[in-house]
């Protein structure tokens, strides 16, 4: 099995990749997208799940997507015309990094992808080349909530703390204008249904060559989750505004 397989699997029952229920998506999405006409952009999309959300909700809303994963995508085109929102959603497969497009948008998120970008800081500075005037970016990404042992930064990477992370962000030019800090209840039914979608596959599917892999793979991630980062690592969602982008006070 392949990474992309492993992901497809253990997402099934969380198709937010992301420690978000449904209540916080649909928030973040209302303050991102507040007038409902605009034109968002997802820098890997994945399945696209944020933008079939935002599409099936709101009519006159456009939407595009980018993503490495031709099978991923293929999932999302499936699902805009099980909603009837495919002609209002433009998908690519290609590299998120060398995206570029003859109109800007309204909205630009990416959620859980800042490792394609290399961090979160060119996550943003990839989001700013593609922002309209006025814009908003929706960025998720994770941040340590208690110092970290060693093997907890090597399993998930050096993230700063929540301040940190948000002084980085405005230093940036960036102004936070709504935030979602996933609660426990959010990381917990995350990681739960991350290693029990693919254990449960593993189970049912016994005869299947990959099923001894994916178990071991699940098995692998709970204790690395409930040992490891379960008590130090979190997940903040920020909706953001160029500082500079903003009118003069009269």
Known sequence: MNHEQISRL???GHPIAAPLDDDSVRRLLEHGIPRGDERVLDLGCGGGEWLLRALATRPHLWGEGVDISEVSLTRARDAASTLA???RLVLHHQDAMDFSSAHSF????????AHAF??????LAAARKHLAPGGRVLIGDGFWEREPSPAAVEMLGD???LPTTVDRVVADGWTPVYGHVS????LDDYEWAWTGSLASWALDHPADPDSPQGLAVATTHRSEWLRGYR???GFVCLVLRQTSDQPAVR
């Open 183 to 186: 609660t426990r209840q959010e």
């Open 231 to 233: 008590d130090s690592w």
């Open 85 to 87: 929102v495919e002609e």
């Open 118 to 123: 290399g961090g979160l800081l060119p996550t």
């Open 159 to 161: 993230f700063a703390d």
């Open 106 to 113: 309204d909205l630009v998120l990416s959620v859980g992808a």
């Open 10 to 12: 253990a997402h099934a």
